[in-house]
Every structure is written in structure tokens, then in C-alpha cells.
């Protein structure tokens, strides 16, 4: 059994732990327990690890990431970007995104493959 399946099994006796310790008892003073709000759940849960942050890793590790993702992402202001075919800003959905639309990535297309075949359809000509 790993540690965190222990301590997210036996919560009340870490509780006992962290209670002697504050009360000042003899036992429980170097005891090193500590009283931690999780991240992902916001439940009070006492552990021995200092550095913890979720009561149950497996449980609420993911919840709290999508939570500082969500955090991170409303702190940036949003990008603007200028699309390559009409030249009108718009703030992209994508990382990559290059047009504003659907509509102008088609036309672009369509542009670049009539600009590709423009030149091959030289030995169609008869002289």
C-alpha cells in the first residue's frame, strides 16, 4: 500500500496525531503531522508530508490542475492575431490558427493551388 492510499485510508488517526500535537502533549510534540486544505476539493485532510497538496492524488490531482489551467488562462489577456488572408484581427482558439475563419483557410487554399498549377499548364498551349 503506498503512503498516500494510507493516509487517504486513515484520516482520523492522523487527525488524533495533529490534535496531541497542538494540545502540547509530550507524544505527539515531534510528531509531524500537518493540517492542509486540498487543491482540488477544498476538504481538510492532515498528512505527513509537508509538500502535499491534494488529499487524494488520484482522486483530486486532476481537478486541481484543470483548476490552475483555467486560473493561468484568465489571467493572460487574450491574443489578437491578424488573419493572413482578409487582414482583420480576431483572437484565435488555437495556438496555431493563421486565418479568422473557416471561409478565409479555404480561400487561401484554393489561392495557393491555383497558384501552384498556374505554371504547369504551360506545355498545354500548342505553339
Not at 5 to 31: F, S, T
Not at 75 to 80: F, V, W
Not at 89 to 115: M, W
Request: charged share 25%.
Amino acid at each position: 500500500m503506498w503512503n498516500c492510499d494510507w493516509e487517504y485510508q486513515h484520516q482520523d488517526v492522523l487527525k488524533n496525531c495533529y490534535e496531541r500535537k497542538m494540545a502540547g502533549n509530550p507524544y505527539g510534540k515531534n510528531d509531524p503531522v500537518h493540517k492542509i486544505i486540498c487543491e482540488g476539493c477544498g476538504c481538510v485532510f492532515y498528512t505527513r508530508i509537508w509538500s502535499k497538496k491534494y488529499c487524494y492524488y488520484k482522486k483530486c490531482g486532476n481537478i486541481g490542475y484543470k483548476k490552475q489551467l483555467i486560473q493561468r488562462r484568465l489571467a493572460q489577456p487574450p491574443r489578437t492575431q491578424v488573419c493572413k488572408m482578409c487582414g482583420s484581427t480576431f483572437t484565435p482558439k488555437r495556438s496555431d490558427a493563421v486565418y479568422c475563419s473557416n471561409a478565409c483557410r479555404q480561400r487561401a487554399y484554393r489561392q495557393s493551388v491555383t497558384d501552384k498549377t498556374s505554371g504547369h499548364n504551360d506545355h498545354l498551349h500548342e505553339p
